[in-house]
Each structure stands twice: as C-alpha cells, then as structure tokens.
C-alpha cells in the first residue's frame, strides 16, 4: 500500500483546517458541481429526479452533503490513525440501500 509522504499528509491536515470551517458550503457547492456537469446525476438522488426545484435550495440535498462530507473527513482521519477506515454496519448497510435504489429507478 502506498501512503502520503509527510509533505502530502501535511497539505491533506492544512486543507481540512481550512474546509471544515465551511463544510456546509463547500460540501454542497462540490454536489452542485457535480450536477451542473453531469445533469442526468440528479436521476441518481431519490429526493431530486422528480423534484423541478433548483439543487442548491433543496434542503434534502444540503443535508446529503454534509453527510458524506463528514463521513469522507472521518474515514481519512481513520486511515491516518488506525490504517484502516471502520464503517459501522448499519451505515454501509443504508449506503448500499440507497445506491442500489438510485441505480434501479
């Protein structure tokens, strides 16, 4: 397995330093760029294909962001720490769930 150089980690830690202080935002703007380049995404989000609202407005959306964001940042916390990311079950369970339903839809 390859790791970070120290240079690497470092710049990962200054960046999340930087990030954390506006997750909401920025973990929803990283969503809405991903839609605003690939439109047919938003089939993919249960609580946006049927939905005429525009992305950014919708609460549900702003909730999902913040989610993963923090799921993300925690799993490299993690990786740091330990060497290995843990996930309770439940939640890859519920991940999983809700992936499969968005690709079956």
């Known amino acids: 397995m390859v790791g ?3 240079k690497q980690e ?4 200054e960046s999340w330093e930087v990030m954390k202080h506006d997750a909401p935002n920025l973990s929803l703007r990283f969503f809405t ?3 605003e380049i690939a439109p ?4 993919m989000f249960s609580f946006l294909k049927d939905s005429d609202e525009i992305p950014q407005n919708n609460p549900k959306l ?4 913040v989610k993963v964001f923090k799921m993300t940042c925690e799993s490299a916390i993690q990786l740091h720490e330990k060497g290995e990311v843990v996930v309770a079950d439940t939640t890859l369970r519920w991940l999983g769930a809700i992936h499969m339903l968005g690709m079956i839809s």
């Open 4 to 6: 970070f150089s120290e």
């Open 10 to 13: 470092a710049l990962v830690k």
């Open 33 to 35: 760029l991903i839609l």
């Open 40 to 43: 047919a995404a938003k089939g």
């Open 62 to 65: 702003k909730a999902h962001a």
